[in-house]
């Protein structure tokens, strides 16, 4: 035989056990998991964008390790991470406790704005104590937008020596009475209904911003009327405040993975304002109608604006930037109250939300 051809022959067998080794070993290798040790300045956010190459990927990170990743916003220098090819599994904390003077690494923002970003979230120990069980405190406070569907119990008419203005403790009285089902020792919550909201985008009126004042009780009553005393209060109530059956608000919301992919906008916020970071309440066009539920995550994005200067014919779809992230807390039908847990840079009314399966 010719030796060129033997040399080509021999040449070709061996690279085709080369490659045929390099798919067994790709295979093998496929449930292997390389360890990684969490080092101080580390994130979540940051982690699942360098191994997974998703920023969005922490919360899914979060869902599968639930008791090593008890809090959303913490983990801890030491702990290790399992890095397989399509997911990252996070091992049992180290038994002994990190060092008060070694801070917890936040999770919930990019790199440059991690040491910021925990202090607006902040919290009582009773809703730090929420978080670290992978809930989120609500004290029901947050409001909601009232749709069309909203049903009006009864109002505040008047206050005690004319007053226009009451707290704790002051007697004030109503347009509840007998003719109306009323009775002495029936609880209301005390509302503001604010001016019609007005979708960003489309311009649709999507209902009222309702915040709530507090809540009071009836003492007596009449055929049309009735006296209340102010049981509980946290903003000031005027005559005209609204009345609705009393409900105790306050709830723990537990995160949720979503189960369908959605896109909508910030509507309104709790106070009115433009701006919102973390710890505050945003009101948003997506409902129970749409597939939302409690305890969803949605992202805040923004188009990147940039001049391109030297290819300025072409069109470039350039990736959004990824602000912040929002945990629904209630649902309306067409709308939702949600509480900002997360934010690298300001909020705006208007901003455009993303929710994606498996995320």
Avoid: C
């Amino acid at each position: 035989m010719n030796m060129r051809i033997l040399n080509l022959s021999v040449a070709a067998i061996a690279a085709t056990m080369i490659l045929a080794a390099g798919n067994l070993s790709a295979a093998l290798g496929k449930n292997e998991a390389t360890i990684y040790t969490v080092k101080k300045g580390d994130t979540l956010w940051g982690l699942s964008d360098r191994f997974m190459k998703d920023p969005h990927y922490w919360p899914d990170l979060w869902a599968r390790n639930p008791e090593e990743v008890k809090n959303p916003h913490f983990i801890f220098p030491g702990q290790k991470l399992r890095i397989y090819p399509d997911r990252i599994e996070v091992e049992a904390a180290p038994k002994a406790a990190p060092a008060k003077t070694e801070a917890p690494v936040v999770q919930a923002a990019a790199p440059k704005a991690a040491e910021a970003a925990v202090e607006p979230i902040k919290a009582p120990e009773t809703v730090e104590k929420a978080v670290e069980e992978r809930r989120f405190a609500v004290s029901g406070g947050e409001g909601f937008i009232a749709e069309t569907d909203f049903k009006l119990y009864g109002k505040v008419i008047a206050g005690q020596h004319n007053r226009q203005i009451f707290a704790f403790d002051d007697v004030v009285y109503t347009d509840i009475g007998n003719r109306d089902g009323g009775k002495a020792g029936n609880r209301y919550s005390v509302y503001k209904k604010h001016s019609a909201i007005s979708h960003p985008v489309t311009n649709q009126i999507l209902g009222f911003r309702v915040a709530p004042l507090g809540t009071l009780q009836l003492t007596e009553m009449a055929e049309k009327s009735s006296k209340a005393i102010i049981t509980d209060s946290f903003l000031e109530i005027e005559p005209g405040a609204l009345l609705l059956p009393y409900a105790d608000r306050k709830k723990e919301v537990s995160l949720k993975a979503p189960d369908r992919d959605l896109q909508g906008y910030i509507v309104e916020t709790r106070g009115g304002q433009e701006a919102i970071s973390a710890g505050d309440i945003a009101y948003i066009d997506l409902g129970s109608k749409q597939g939302l539920q409690p305890g969803n995550v949605l992202y805040v994005v923004r188009k990147v604006k940039v001049e391109i200067s030297y290819f300025s014919a072409q069109d470039y779809d350039l990736p959004v930037d990824v602000l912040g992230a929002l945990v629904v807390v209630e649902t309306g039908e067409n709308t939702s109250t949600a509480l900002v847990v997360k934010s690298i840079d300001t909020i705006y009314r208007g901003d455009r939300l993303e929710m994606k399966k498996g995320r």
